[in-house]
């Protein structure tokens, strides 16, 4: 079993940067691919960003893509999406999640095994 818990979360303006963590209860986190995925109100879920469990192949939507950076920290088993530019459309509350996967789906919210609970993020114009 494996328990994440998001934080870093919280009302920001246009163009400003948000860091958000991902800390895992478990060292199995190591092992794990780790996705970030977003829901706003009336929205489906949907696919932020994830990388494999060694970092080795990073995947982002395209909507956040140049703005938005994926990144973990096995040794401390932690995630971490580092938002810049900050826009209104990224009001949702973030997920992080990890699973076993072979990790060609990351986009895909059923490869995911673990989630958090989520951290609100709110940008004000």
Not at 11 to 37: H, I
Not at 66 to 87: E, H
Request: proline share 2%.
């Amino acid at each position: 079993q494996v328990q994440l818990t998001e934080s870093g979360g919280g009302l920001v303006q246009t163009g400003d940067s948000l860091k958000l963590s991902c800390a895992s209860s478990s060292r199995a986190f190591r092992t794990y691919n780790m996705g970030w995925f977003r829901q706003s109100p009336g929205k489906e879920r949907e696919f932020v960003a994830a990388l494999t469990w060694a970092g080795g192949n990073i995947y982002y939507a395209d909507s956040v893509k140049g703005r938005f950076t994926v990144s973990r920290d096995n040794a401390k088993d932690t995630g971490y999406l580092q938002m810049s530019g900050l826009k209104p459309d990224d009001t949702a509350v973030y997920y992080c999640a990890v699973g076993s996967g072979l990790g060609y789906y990351l986009s895909d919210a059923s490869e995911y095994q673990y989630w958090g609970q989520g951290t609100q993020v709110t940008v004000s114009s």
